[in-house]
């Protein structure tokens, strides 16, 4: 549906995306993510027409939209970073207008105007203002703005950045059923675990380059041959950790927390040997589990970038820009 | 027929949330109203002489009635990146910009009304050329509302809209042969006169309520035609370098 191909910008001597490839699948959800200024507002610009490649291809369902990117402007529907409604029209006018700039005659704008309004549970607010509404609000109207002409595929750049967490997590569930009805999604964004929950695929982008990209359920299966054990004791996990070390050399032990162990191997662990063990010094094992890692570790492996630096930058970016 | 959807409703979104809020209806009005008794308190000549005015009252309405709320609009949709949800509808740059112009420009010909029709209850105005003054005053507006666009599209604050705009006014008022004959200002300024779009409409307006045009009327509207595609033209090509860039 989205195919890429040695995708480059520079903006001066600054080279924002540098020679990117990739393609995004038919009905897929593909996340990008990455820190700020990684790269990936550019490559969204690029692939909406609001911003010229240096090099490299660009086709959106088989047209070809380096040279001409209006050309498949009427398939895609694109949700910025920032809520970009008119503030002065209200929640229903502004849907309304959106779909007019798509060609949509004047009974069939109000129809999926109230629709959508329904469905993004704006209905009340529909006659408010846009400028008078919450971030929340804000954002899931500036998503159904972006599929009000029921767009093939979708462009959306951090959709849940700077809104409460009851908010994200409805819109969270809104671009899920839109990509269970068909809507192949191209979601950039910088929260691991959002990208994690919504994504068949992800790439990794860092300084304009992409250095990973595969299906999340490859991305964490890959541990470099690690196997991780996560076992909850009743007390003392500090000494337990001791004890194992001293019984087992061969195991990496870590406490987590004050009741929580962590053992990695290189080879699968022998749980129930460790369990005897633990009961032997006197603590009550309520639970052992393999622990996969997340697409965090993951992420810190490949990029080198703490996932948490990452995500207390964006927020300051967006306090600082009011998004 | 899709693109022409689009076009019509970007046109009346703008008309709604632009050029009909009441702050700029009475600006139509009382602008002109205060340039007529401004103009008759200076020259002591009474109402007699306000056909000798119009035309400078007709051009002062277009041009600052067309630059000001466009420059001021697209600068602050541009700030405000609702400018990029028309960059990202299916149609042409051309017919966007088209659309984004044609409320600016109907708002620079009703201004240019105001006066004449004030002026036609407190005089005589039986030897104006309509057929002539009409379409000039379309072409002075179109000619207003590109030159407002060229300034929207080379600012990135709304302050530095209304600065720029005034940088263009002012000068055009003065040196366009409204108020006094070209032939009377200095030789070094009378080359800038002939590069300002206002002199040839200013011209026009002259012959056609005061007939007292100096140069030929097609040269008048072929320069005045000219100066619109260039403005275009040029906004077209800033907004492709600096906005789709």
């Known amino acids: 549906m989205i195919e890429v191909r040695g995708l480059t910008k520079a903006f001066g001597k600054i080279i924002a995306v540098n020679d990117i490839s990739f393609s995004v699948r038919n009905g897929e959800m593909f996340g990008f993510l990455g820190p700020n200024g990684a790269g990936k507002t550019t490559t969204i610009n690029m692939l909406t027409g609001l911003a010229r490649p240096d090099a490299g291809t660009i086709r959106i369902a088989g047209i070809d939209c380096s040279k001409n990117p209006k050309a498949a402007q009427h398939l895609i529907g694109v949700v910025p970073d920032e809520s970009n409604l008119y503030p002065e029209l209200t929640g229903f006018e502004n849907l309304c207008f959106c779909a007019s700039l798509y060609g949509m005659r004047k009974a069939g704008r109000q129809a999926r105007a109230d629709q959508l309004l329904e469905t993004f549970g704006l209905a009340d607010a529909a006659g408010r203002k846009f400028g008078g509404y919450s971030k929340g609000m804000k954002r899931k109207l500036t998503i159904a703005a972006g599929i009000i002409h029921a767009p093939p595929i979708l462009f959306l750049d951090e959709p849940t950045t700077g809104i409460d967490v009851a908010s994200a997590r409805r819109i969270r569930q809104l671009i899920a059923a839109l990509n269970a009805a068909g809507t192949t999604v191209f979601l950039t964004t910088h929260y691991i675990e959002e990208a994690e929950r919504l994504c068949r695929r992800i790439a990794f982008i860092v300084k304009g380059r992409i250095v990973r990209t595969d299906a999340v359920e490859d991305l964490v299966c890959q541990t470099d041959g690690r196997h991780t054990v996560q076992f909850t004791v009743s007390n003392d996990a500090a000494r337990l950790c001791q004890k194992i070390t001293a019984e087992f050399p061969n195991l990496q032990c870590q406490m987590v927390t004050g009741g929580v162990i962590r053992v990695e191997s290189s080879g699968p662990v022998r749980v129930g040997s460790l369990v005897r063990l633990l009961e032997d010094c006197g603590a009550e094992v309520s639970e052992a589990r393999k622990v996969r890692p997340s697409l965090e570790d993951v992420f810190v492996r490949v990029t080198g970038i703490e996932a948490g630096t990452m995500k207390q930058e964006k927020e300051k970016a967006g306090k600082g820009d009011g998004a | ?245």
């Open chain 2, 1 to 245: 027929m899709k693109s022409w959807i689009a076009f019509w409703n970007i046109l009346t979104k703008d008309m709604r949330s632009y050029y009909l809020k009441p702050p700029n209806i009475s600006w139509g009005v009382l602008f002109p109203l205060v340039w007529i008794a401004m103009f008759s308190i200076r020259s002591g000549l009474g109402m007699e002489s306000l056909p000798d005015l119009l035309p400078g009252l007709v051009a002062l309405s277009i041009l600052f009635g067309a630059t000001s709320v466009l420059s001021v609009t697209v600068t602050f949709e541009k700030k405000g990146r609702s400018f990029e949800r028309l960059l990202l509808a299916p149609i042409s740059l051309e017919l966007l910009m088209l659309a984004k112009t044609a409320g600016a420009i109907l708002f620079g010909v009703v201004n240019a009304f105001v006066p004449i029709l004030i002026a036609s209850l407190l005089t005589d105005l039986s030897a104006v050329k309509w057929t002539i003054l009409t379409p000039v005053v379309f072409l002075i507006a179109v000619s207003s509302t590109f030159l407002g666009l060229f300034i929207a599209v080379s600012v990135k604050e709304v302050f530095e809209a209304q600065t720029f705009s005034n940088f263009f006014r002012f000068p055009m008022i003065f040196l366009c042969g409204l108020f006094f004959p070209i032939e009377h200002l200095p030789v070094w300024l009378r080359p800038v006169a002939y590069v300002l779009p206002l002199t040839y409409g200013a011209d026009v307006l002259h012959a056609s309520i005061r007939h007292a045009g100096r140069m030929p009327l097609t040269l008048d509207v072929g320069l005045l035609a000219a100066f619109c595609g260039i403005l275009f033209v040029a906004s077209l090509r800033n907004i492709r370098q600096k906005w789709i860039a």
